[in-house]
Antibody
Framework: QVQLKESGPGLVQPSQTLSLTCTVS????????VHWVRQPPGKGLEWMGR???????SYNSALKSRLSISRDTSKNQVFLKMNSLQTDDTGTYYC????????????WGQGTLVTVSS | DTVLTQSPALAVSPGERVSISCRAS??????MHWYQQKPGQQPKLLIY???NLASGVPARFSGSGSGTDFTLTIDPVEADDTATYFC?????????FGAGTKLELK
């Protein structure tokens, strides 16, 4: 079945770079889009960006200058890198797969909590 | 960016019908989706493209609307439906979410 799992450090220091990995199974990265969504504690959801099935990327303009999404199809992994982290970047980071371009996010990882603190 | 506006909270009794609204600041065609999120859990897709029921979701949930005004309806509401409901559009980049409507049961 379709599964996604996020991994990465739980604690990042201010001004440092966050690196997260989304490992997927049950589908091919060359057939479906994978997105990153984050949620600050007790707050709403923010779409960060996507890796399209064809390798193209798209980013939230609010994060574009700090964010990079890449993939390794041989390892079934999608990567997120975001630099210059601040305390308001604290939250749960999810990778998610849509049903097809423009459709809803049908499959979600369990999320990984990232705390930005010294 | 496309702003999605939802009412912050609703309280209903079990067995009643509830409608949760989402208004977009610009047209999103039918590319509106609805999610349910319970504390400590990831969001769950309920409705995609305005009115399509996601796999495994009870038929008590339904969606309607197009353009800028959309509605998620739960009929009848059950105790397990206590959660926060988010709308999300995928017509305009960047994709955006509403702030969520917290549904409480009386």
């Amino acid at each position: 079945q379709v599964q996604l799992k996020e991994s990465g450090p739980g604690l990042v220091q201010p001004s440092q770079t966050l690196s997260l990995t989304c490992t997927v199974s049950g589908f091919s990265l060359t057939s479906y889009n994978v997105h990153w969504v984050r949620q600050p504690p007790g707050k709403g959801l923010e779409w960060m960006g996507r890796m399209r099935y064809n390798g193209d990327t798209s980013y939230n303009s609010a994060l574009k200058s700090r964010l990079s999404i890449s993939r390794d199809t041989s390892k079934n992994q999608v990567f997120l890198k975001m630099n210059s982290l601040q305390t308001d970047d604290t939250g749960t980071y999810y990778c998610t797969r849509d049903l097809g371009t423009g459709s809803g996010f049908a499959y979600w990882g369990q999320g990984t909590l990232v705390t930005v603190s010294s | 960016d496309t702003v999605l506006t939802q009412s912050p909270a609703l309280a209903v009794s079990p067995g009643e019908r509830v409608s949760i609204s989402c208004r977009a600041s610009e047209g999103v065609n039918s590319y509106m989706h609805w999610y349910q999120q319970k504390p400590g859990q990831q969001p769950k897709l309920l409705i995609y493209k305005a009115s399509n029921l996601a796999s495994g979701v009870p038929a008590r949930f339904s969606g309607s609307g197009s353009g800028t005004d959309f509605t998620l309806t739960i009929d009848p509401v059950e105790a397990d439906d206590t959660a926060t409901y988010f709308c999300q559009q995928s017509w305009n980049d960047p994709y955006t979410f509403g702030a969520g409507t917290k549904l409480e049961l009386k």
